[in-house]
T-cell receptor
Framework: KQEVTQIPAALSVPEGENLVLNCSFT??????LQWFRQDPGKGLTSLLL?????REQTSGRLNASLDKSSGRSTLYIAASQPGDSATYLC???????????FGQGTELSVKP | EAGVAQSPRYKIIEKRQSVAFWCNPI?????LYWYQQILGQGPKLLIQ????????DSQLPKDRFSAERLKGVDSTLKIQPAKLEDSAVYLC?????????????FGPGTRLTVL
């Protein structure tokens, strides 16, 4: 049974700092991995999707890496801003079009 | 392009009452998902539809939860009777399905409080 874990559960950093969020999964036979952002009272917004054959994806200040063999992914946020404050969720799918299996999220707070 | 629409946004009921949620996916999206997100946890899939057929309902508590997707477009999720532990945010998502990119697009969710 696939399980996804995110560490830390909460993180507070000063503005401008670079930071890394961690995600681990128990079954390496994934189809893809996604990072989402969730703002309070809102739905989820997809940030980056990494196919199982890829090692990383970049979008602006965000970079996500994937190491399938070790069951790990990291989300790197460069030069953090207060607007980055949100909960970040990692999720994997085991097949195309399949359900997302989520971690419990990391609540990020970026202080001005 | 319009996103995934859900209603109502908030609902408060007493235990043993019934409640229904509605979802309108992005136009042309064949796959529709209902997730339950309990406070402090990640979302968990309740049911997945491909057009109007059920693909996965293994985690749906079928003694009290039901869902349908008539005509392969809109979907409703019903809880009858509700329990205290059903308090959660119910998220609807859609994607193009197996023939297209895998990105799932989420609606704003319905926050249910059971008293």
């Amino acid at each position: 049974k696939q399980e996804v874990t995110q560490i830390p559960a909460a993180l507070s950093v000063p503005e401008g700092e670079n930071l890394v969020l961690n995600c681990s999964f128990t079954d390496s036979a994934i189809y893809n991995l996604q990072w989402f952002r969730q703002d309070p009272g809102k739905g989820l917004t997809s940030l980056l999707l990494i196919q199982s054959s890829q090692r990383e994806q970049t979008s602006g200040r965000l970079n996500a890496s994937l190491d399938k063999s070790s069951g790990r992914s990291t989300l790197y946020i460069a030069a953090s801003q207060p607007g980055d404050s949100a909960t970040y969720l990692c999720a994997v799918t085991n097949n195309q079009g399949g359900k997302l299996i989520f971690g419990q999220g990391t609540e990020l707070s970026v202080k001005p | 392009e319009a996103g995934v629409a859900q209603s109502p946004r908030y609902k408060i009921i007493e235990k043993r009452q019934s409640v229904a949620f509605w979802c309108n996916p992005i136009s042309g999206h064949a796959t529709l998902y209902w997730y339950q997100q309990i406070l402090g946890q990640g979302p968990k899939l309740l049911i997945q539809f491909q057009n109007n057929g059920v693909v996965d309902d293994s985690q749906l508590p079928k003694d009290r939860f039901s869902a349908e997707r008539l005509k392969g477009v809109d979907s409703t999720l019903k809880i009858q009777p509700a329990k205290l532990e059903d308090s959660a945010v119910y998220l609807c998502a859609s994607s193009l399905g197996i023939a297209g990119p895998d990105t799932q697009y989420f609606g704003p969710g319905t926050r249910l409080t059971v008293l």
